[in-house]
């Protein structure tokens, strides 16, 4: 498996599945789960408001996967995820490898080969971006799938240092 760090927009990456930072309502917010459902457009939301209708009458759970289609994304599919809430006391790093295990768990049930993510949790959820780091590549590196490429997508350049940091360790 390739892994690589870029700093760029999640939402133009040519990738099979890009991964967002949703909360459990799965029906929207700011960041990174704003700018997906923008470029997504409003047939995201409404996929997302099904998936709420029929599988998940009570929102998708900290550290739980689900999969839409992409709609207008160059992905073909969103793989929404929901990373702990620091300012809730989700202090568990588990939770957090989580999001990136149980993500690439469904990108590969999908047939995916490569998949994007942004940083879960280091935005609004709260969590340092060198904790953040350290605990998806050490998740994805533990992985055993059949994705070739997985893609960490940075939006500053010190989360894209913590992020090469960590891909630099052996
Ligand atoms: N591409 C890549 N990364 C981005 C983009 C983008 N277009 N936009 C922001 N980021 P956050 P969280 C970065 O807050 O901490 C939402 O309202 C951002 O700079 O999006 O998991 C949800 O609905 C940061 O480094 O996600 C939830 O309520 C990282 O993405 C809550 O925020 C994650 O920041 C989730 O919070």
Known sequence: MKLEAVLGDITTQDVDAVVNAANSS???????????????????????????????PDGLPVGEAVATPGFRLPARWVIHTVGPNRHRGQTDPALLSSCFTRSLDVADGLGASSVAFPAVSGGVYG???????????????????????????????????AFRTELDRA
């Open 26 to 56: 799965l029906l929207g917010g700011g960041g990174v789960d704003g700018a997906i459902h923008a470029a997504a457009g409003p047939e995201l939301l409404a996929a997302c408001r099904e998936l709420r209708r029929t599988a998940l």
């Open 127 to 161: 969590w340092a971006m060198d904790e953040v780091a350290r605990i998806a590549v050490e998740a994805v590196r533990g992985g055993v799938t059949g994705i070739e490429r997985v893609r960490f997508v940075l939006f500053s350049p010190d989360s894209l240092d």
